[in-house]
């Protein structure tokens, strides 16, 4: 990911740039719940969205004023974030509450997914928290309804201390692994179904970081020189948002 891309408002402390960073180069594992929770029958996450740098340049001024504001209904295709604006802004005219946005992922500043009251990401919050006193620490909590834990040990995915190793695959992923391989047997014209911009299921899988749902589908037929309408093979994807375990996998197959 292109690491000069984000935008800072004035006054924006380096403990802030430095949550700002953290999340962008943790999205891919909110995003990766977020593919597994639009196959699941009964809902996982309370809530799950995504902070944004938006900002307008205004007449006279020398640098564009900039608001970190929250979307939600989170759409991702490997490179651009795409959502609806659920904060009223403060001072920008170009963006409003309810508008439908897309920006480029280096251009979140950060991201939060909730799962039976326990927040997860939510780095900028953390760093807002790691300043407050334990009692306006447990009160920003209760008014966010969430547990947020503690602010030097954020958690990006759940059962984190217990199951390290879902931080490499997720659990679903290997544990789907049958259902997609009957799937895909029963369906095989969804190996090489492709969306109006080029994505197919091995594109989506990829970034999602799903290994184990990638090697069904090579092991199924699936081709991995296929690129998107942008030129952009699954490989490109996984290398782009450090799937490395998902671009060793590929590798051998370009």
């Known amino acids: 990911m292109d690491n000069n891309q984000i935008f800072y408002a004035k006054g924006d402390s380096p403990e802030m740039i430095q949550a700002f960073e953290k999340a962008r180069a943790t999205f891919r594992y909110f995003w990766r719940e977020l593919s597994w929770e639009a196959r699941r029958i009964i809902p996982a996450l309370d809530l799950a969205c995504v902070k944004v740098a938006f900002l307008e340049q205004f007449p006279g001024e020398d640098e564009p004023t900039v608001e970190h504001m929250w979307i939600n209904d989170i759409q991702f295709d490997g490179s651009y974030v795409s959502g609806v604006l659920v904060n ?11 508008d439908e946005v897309t920006i480029p992922l280096d251009q ?4 939060l997914y909730a799962s039976e009251g326990k927040a997860y990401g939510g780095f900028t919050i953390h760093q807002l928290r790691s300043v407050m006193s334990p009692e306006d620490r447990a009160g920003h909590d209760e008014a966010w309804g969430l547990d947020f834990g503690d602010f030097n ?17 997720h659990p679903m992923s290997i544990n789907m692994k049958e259902s997609l391989l009957n799937f895909l047997k029963e369906y095989p014209q ?3 179904f ?20 990638v090697e069904v589908l090579l092991q199924q037929g699936a081709d991995a020189n296929h690129k998107t309408t942008d030129g952009k093979t699954a490989l490109d994807f996984a ?8 671009v060793t ?5 370009v």
């Open 88 to 98: 009223d802004p403060e001072s920008l005219t170009n963006v409003k509450n309810g």
């Open 108 to 111: 979140i500043s950060d991201w």
């Open 153 to 169: 040990k954020i958690e990006i995915i759940r059962d984190q201390d217990a199951h390290p190793e879902h931080i490499i695959e």
């Open 190 to 192: 969804e190996i090489t």
């Open 194 to 213: 492709t969306d109006d911009k080029g994505y197919t299921m091995l594109h989506r899988e990829a970034i999602a970081g799903n290994r184990t749902s």
């Open 239 to 246: 290398r782009q948002l450090q799937w490395d375990h998902v």
């Open 249 to 253: 996998l590929l590798e051998k197959q």
